[in-house]
T-cell receptor
């Protein structure tokens, strides 16, 4: 079965540093998402992306966050200046079409900000 | 806003025991309801879903029925196996067409002992 691939699986960074989390969605999918889960808390929606632009974002997704699809295969989440509270598991997901369609998730990147 | 409340874990059961993981939701209109599962080292996978009241989703011996009167979507399995050990997430998407954002619960870690 096709899968969403995320790299790295673990990322450790210093507070204030920039990080880029990488995702390779399923090749024929058009809708891309980032979610995160802080330890012990709910999985939270960050942003959705379609047709090379953000279609929806949560209040968590402030100016420190950005997403990009730099080529036909990668989908990245950048945090410009990391904070301690950004430490979480970040999940990328993709789907083939909109409207309650099944989302395919990657295995996540565990980000630790020290 | 929309929210999902699910049974806190961890849950530990013996093999062949009956499983129930409770999930209730708050949402306007008629959301679609989902159970996702995360096996160790893997991404979130859709386990089952139901899109309207009284629908029953089922997969791999798991079942959940969309109960609008009690705003619930409890996950059940009659006889669990060691391979069912994972984290289970209840989730919903909004009732508006095109609203693909998932709202998750906190997840319930299930461990099955041989």
């Amino acid at each position: 079965e096709p899968e969403v691939t995320q790299t790295p699986s673990h990322q450790v960074t210093q507070m204030g540093q920039e990080v880029i989390l990488r995702c390779v969605p399923i090749s024929n999918h058009l809708y891309f998402y980032w979610y995160r889960q802080i330890l012990g808390q709910k999985v939270e929606f960050l942003v959705s992306f379609y047709n090379n632009e953000i279609s929806e974002k949560s209040e968590i997704f402030d100016d420190q966050f950005s997403v990009e699809r730099p080529d036909g295969s990668n989908f990245t989440l950048k945090i410009r200046s990391t904070k301690l509270e950004d430490s979480a598991m970040y999940f990328c997901a993709s789907s083939g079409r909109i409207g309650n369609e099944k989302l395919f998730f990657g295995s996540g990147t565990q980000l630790s900000v020290l | 806003g929309d929210s999902v409340t699910q049974m806190e874990g961890p849950v530990t059961l013996s093999e062949e025991a009956f499983l129930t993981i409770n999930c209730t939701y708050t949402a306007t209109g008629y959301p679609s309801l989902f159970w996702y599962v995360q096996y160790p080292g893997e991404g979130l996978q859709l386990l089952l879903k139901a899109t309207k009241a009284d629908d029953k989703g089922s997969n791999k011996g798991f079942e959940a029925t969309y109960r609008k009167e009690t705003t619930s979507f409890h996950l059940e399995k009659g006889s669990v196996q060691v391979s069912d050990s994972a984290v289970y997430f209840c989730a919903l998407t909004g009732s508006n067409f095109g609203n693909e954002k998932l709202t998750f619960g906190t997840g319930t870690r299930l461990t099955i002992i041989p």
